[in-house]
C-alpha cells in the first residue's frame, strides 16, 4: 500500500479476506486504504475486544463488514456513501451506541447516504426483524431516498412504455 500511494496510483477496489484472527494487520491496512476511490471490504474474524477508528476519514463510496464487525467504529466512515455490516456478531453495540451514532449522523453535513445492517442476529434487533419479516435493515438520508424513488418511479414507466410499445407492434 505504501508503495502505490507514493507512486500517486490509484486503487479503485479493496477486498481484504483472511480465515484467522487479524487485528495484528487490519489497522495498518485500513489506515493506508482511506483514498480507496470504489469500495472496501472486509471479510475478517477479530477479537471481541479489538477496535478501530481510522486515522483520516474513509472516502471510498462504499464500505463493507463481514464476519466480526465489534471493531468497526461506524462514525469513523461517515464519509463513505454507503455502509453495508453484516452483523452475524455484533455483541458491543447498546442502544446508547446507536442513538449516538444516529443522531451524529443526522446532524452532520456526512457524505453517508445509506447504510445497511444485514443477517441481524443480536437480541436488541430480534424483534425488528420479526416484525419486518426480513434479514437486514437499510436507513438512507431522506436525499438519497427521494432519488432512490425517483429512480424507480423512471423504472416502472420505461418499463410500462416498453409493454405499450409492444402491445403496439402486435396489433
Known amino acids: 500500500m505504501n508503495m502505490i500511494n507514493q507512486r500517486k496510483l490509484t486503487i479503485e477496489r479493496l477486498y481484504y479476506h483472511i480465515t484467522g484472527n487479524s487485528s495484528e494487520y ?15 471490504c472486509i471479510d475478517a474474524k477479530f477479537p471481541d475486544d479489538f477496535a478501530y477508528t481510522p486515522l483520516r476519514p474513509f472516502k471510498t463510496e462504499h464500505f463493507g463488514a463481514d464476519k466480526t464487525v465489534n471493531w468497526l467504529n461506524l462514525e469513523g466512515f461517515l464519509n463513505c456513501r454507503r455502509i453495508t455490516a453484516y452483523l452475524f456478531h455484533w455483541k458491543t ?69 416498453a409493454t405499450n410499445l409492444r402491445v403496439k407492434d402486435r396489433q
Not at 27 to 40: A, F, G, H, W, Y
Not at 104 to 126: G, I, N, Q, V
Not at 138 to 157: D, I
Open 26 to 40: 487490519i489497522p495498518r491496512i485500513l489506515d493506508e486504504c482511506t483514498e480507496v476511490n470504489n469500495s472496501v
Open 93 to 161: 453495540r447498546t442502544e446508547q451506541y446507536w442513538s449516538s451514532f444516529f443522531t451524529k449522523w443526522m446532524d452532520s453535513d456526512a457524505r453517508l447516504e445509506k447504510l445497511m445492517l444485514c443477517f441481524l442476529e443480536a437480541p436488541e434487533f430480534r424483534n425488528i426483524m420479526n416484525a419486518l419479516g426480513k434479514h437486514y435493515i437499510v436507513v438512507y438520508t431522506k436525499q438519497a431516498y427521494l432519488e432512490k424513488m425517483n429512480k424507480k418511479k423512471e423504472f416502472a414507466l420505461a418499463r410500462k412504455l
